[in-house]
């Protein structure tokens, strides 16, 4: 009998199978055909592939469930049959496994992006996730297996389901990121792997987009962050055109060639992606077998408090420096902001966050609690602006529980709540949230009794919080204790009574701690000299995040200095960067940013992705006597090519992107307008396809998206496209250029049989990369004039082919 799954894994170095796709193409797979549906027409054509694998030594062999899901099933008719074909997918596996190997169950994307980037729901995409995951389950896998996922939110969503049916079931999560180490929603490694620990990964790792040597890198990152084990599934290299076919050029002997550096690194499952075969695997098992397969100690110190957001991640306790959580974003005083949470609208949100964010907030509090406001939609719509603004990890502060959990399903991250408190009442509804959705807590030391006197009793209730989500699976490092400020024009006495509690919290419990620093000086003038000076005493008594307004000069002014004086800056990097006069951006690059009259502030709405209020301005611009052509050449337009170079620079990334494109096209509609029938200049005719069995259209609608922002008419001709109807369009419509697209490494040749069609028939043609499939060297082999690696840069490379 087989040892469970995760103990196996500690004794040994698991070796995962390779291929399924090109496998089973090369078997029958019909083009445009669901893989899926070949178990229930040619099982033992599945089975064979299984078999093969197991006979190369693979010790997990992964279902041929990759595109299982409901969503991807309805493109071939077969949305009715997920669990039929779920089902008889574990059959198979397991009827070849037997005690041989193990099986997981591949679940993979949809196809589609989640709210706001795009159109899926939570909780419409948890269902989706949740009906597989148990035709799955119900069939008796060993393991769970997400893999080639290119948004954080999607996963997150779909291990939240499976968590919901099966809490103790192995769960193995993996997102593709592209050459410069982000995904092609802009997340970092770092960022991936705190987000899917959180919510109850048991293994994280990377597979496809690229070949080992980029996937150690990619895991290493991983690593700085998280003590779990990790998997490696590169492809075989970076494909090329060999006689018409698309090969995976590296050797099986190449695939090994990290083994070392991955061992040591606490990879504990290695198998392949792309490109891979049963020679490979069996090359991967012969060199581990050769190798010390002991379990490497590694990761980041115990009891830091990672936080994430889509682009970023920050880190509280163990010496880091003490985290600036930006306190501005709340109604509380503010009519102005209160008027428009009740309006739906959230222009304060965006301006607050990213002058938070520069003015050196690390993490933004997120508060939208007021009379008369519908409070789990308002933060919903919050949570949606903020993270699309800024990429600093949120805080979300509210009292309610239906708020919070509205917020917690639109946060791209891991974020941190805001509050509970030592009070049954408290404690039995958020700490239920927190573990569900993979949050830290802030704890308030108080309970039913009020806010104890004493440091010790204070220190008491945090032990009290702490144990009760222990006890929910919530580990220590997740919650962070608040020994509460009161101000110290009424208690004067007790302002030290919360530093000695601080310095209880840290050094019996070892909890993090955090303030809302403010509260001290309430009731006194000067308020920013009492509350400067208890903030600096803070951070000595071991406090390791502050509530605080980034934009009062002297608290970060404080903040900066005690950083150094703690050491917590090292070579006063910090403190030199933000007082040596440069402008930085959350990336550290200098931006220039647009000036000041009306074409400037046109262009800074479409930079900040302003919707609300770019009609106002174009209206604005209107009333100054420009013209559309000069609002659009002058304003609009100089905006979309900044956030184009921001893009390329990795300041901002693909939601920030959208956001921007949404803004122009909310502008041209009202330009439209006023143009009476008239059209602005057109830059070219595009047709745009993603080939003949391939069904992935995510990465082709943004580069149309982003083609009509930029002035050209575009004809979407839609996935799965035959080649003869592409030309039939291209001819029809006299266009000036076919953008291709495709995913899937079995579509991929197909690409070059349209290129040279349209060749023949003298259209010029360009490719797009989707999941880091495709290369410049393939586009160049099949004839393309142009390959582009994302959306921005295919805008740019196709102004440059048409000379416009």
Not at 378 to 402: H, K, Q
Not at 659 to 682: C, D, I, P, V, W
Not at 713 to 735: F, Q, Y
Request: overall charge negative; hydrophobic content about 45%.
């Amino acid at each position: 009998m087989k040892q469970p799954f995760l103990q196996a894994m500690k004794e040994r170095v698991l070796v995962l199978d390779g291929a399924m796709g090109t496998m089973l193409q090369e078997r029958g797979l019909k083009p445009g055909q669901s893989p899926e549906e070949l178990n229930l027409t040619m099982p033992d054509v599945v089975a064979g592939v299984h078999r093969e694998y197991i006979e190369a030594g693979a010790d997990i062999i992964v279902t041929n469930t990759f595109g299982g899901n409901r969503a991807k099933l309805a493109h071939h008719g077969l949305a009715a049959k997920v669990r039929e074909i779920n089902a008889r997918a574990v059959e198979i596996a397991r009827k070849v496994a037997g005690e041989h190997a193990y099986v997981a169950a591949s679940i993979a994307p949809t196809g589609r992006f989640v709210e706001p980037v795009g159109d899926a729901s939570f909780d419409e995409m948890c269902d989706i996730f949740r009906e597989q995951a148990q035709a799955l389950i119900d069939a008796g896998v060993d393991a769970i297996s997400f893999e080639t996922f290119l948004d954080i939110k999607e996963i997150r969503a779909g291990i939240i389901a499976v968590r919901e049916i099966a809490p103790a079931i192995p769960i193995i999560a993996m997102l593709t990121f592209d050459d410069k180490g982000r995904s092609v929603l802009g997340t970092p490694p770092e960022s991936a792997a705190i987000t899917l620990e959180a919510v109850g990964a048991d293994i994280v790792g990377s597979n496809c987009g690229l070949g080992v040597e980029g996937i150690y890198e990619i895991l290493s990152a991983m690593r700085r962050v998280t003590r779990l084990p990790l998997i490696s599934q590169a492809n075989a290299g970076l494909p090329v055109l060999k006689d018409g076919k698309t090969i995976f050029p590296a050797t099986p002997a190449e695939m090994t060639a990290y083994h070392d550096r991955m061992l040591e690194l606490g990879v504990r499952i290695i198998g392949g992606c792309c490109g891979t075969t049963p020679a490979h695997i069996r090359a991967i098992k012969a060199a581990l077998a050769e190798k010390d397969q002991s379990v490497r100690a590694g990761g980041p110190a115990e009891g830091i408090t990672w936080l994430s957001s889509r682009g970023g991640f920050t880190a509280l306790g163990k010496g880091r420096p003490v985290a600036v959580i930006g306190e501005r974003i709340n109604p509380t005083g503010k009519k102005g902001f209160a008027a428009e949470l009740r309006e739906g609208k959230v222009s304060y949100i965006r301006r607050e966050a990213l002058d938070q964010v520069a003015a050196g907030a690390t993490l933004l509090d997120v508060n939208v609690g007021a009379p008369g406001i519908d409070e789990p939609a308002a933060m919903e719509r919050a949570v949606f602006c903020a993270g699309s603004a800024v990429s600093v990890p949120l805080v979300l502060d509210s009292s309610s529980p239906e708020a919070l959990e509205r917020g917690l399903k639109a946060a791209d991250g891991k974020v941190l709540i805001n509050s509970v408190n030592g009070e049954e009442k408290s404690l039995a509804r958020v700490l239920p949230l927190a573990k569900k959705y993979g949050a830290a807590v802030i704890g308030l030391t108080l309970d039913e009794k009020g806010i104890p006197e004493t440091a010790e009793e204070r220190t008491a209730v945090a032990q009290k919080i702490a144990e009760r989500a222990l006890s929910l699976g919530i580990s220590r490092k997740n919650v962070v204790i608040d020994c509460l400020t009161l101000a110290v024009s009424a208690e004067q006495k007790r302002a030290m009574e919360t530093l000695s509690a601080i310095r209880l919290v840290k050094g019996r419990l070892g909890l993090n701690t955090v303030l809302g620093v403010s509260n001290i000086s309430f009731g006194l003038p000067c308020r920013p000299l009492i509350s400067s000076a208890f903030f600096a005493m803070a951070m000595e008594a071991g406090l390791d995040a502050a509530i605080v307004n980034p934009k009062e000069q002297a608290m970060m002014d404080v903040w900066r200095s005690v950083m150094v004086l703690l050491n917590r800056d090292p070579n006063a990097a910090a403190y030199i960067d933000a007082y040596k006069g440069a402008v930085a951006t959350l990336a550290g690059t200098q931006v220039q940013e647009p000036p000041q009259d009306i074409k400037g502030r046109l262009a800074k709405a479409v930079i900040d992705g302003d919707v609300e209020n770019i009609v106002a301005l174009v209206e604005t611009a209107f009333a100054e006597g420009l013209s559309p052509l000069d609002i659009s050449n002058g304003g609009l337009l100089p905006g979309l090519e900044e956030v184009g170079r921001r893009f390329e620079k990795n300041i901002v990334f693909l939601p920030q992107v959208m956001l921007s494109a949404e803004t122009m096209k909310t502008a041209f509609a009202r330009l439209k307008q006023e143009m009476k029938g008239m059209s602005l200049e057109s830059q070219g005719k595009i047709l745009m396809a993603t080939v003949e069995g391939d069904i992935h259209d995510i990465g082709k609608n943004i580069v149309c998206t982003l083609l009509e922002n930029h002035g050209f008419e575009v004809i979407d001709l839609g996935k799965n496209v035959p080649a003869a109807r592409i030309i039939a369009e291209a001819k029809a419509h006299d266009v000036d250029a076919v953008g291709l697209s495709a995913l899937m490494t079995t579509t991929m040749s197909e690409m070059e049989n349209v290129v040279r069609q349209l060749k023949a028939a003298g259209v010029k043609t360009f490719t797009m990369v989707g999941g880091a499939v495709l290369t410049q060297e393939y586009a160049t082999e099949i004839g393309a004039d142009l390959y582009a690696k994302d959306a921005m840069e295919a805008v740019a490379r196709i102004k440059a082919i048409l000379g416009k």
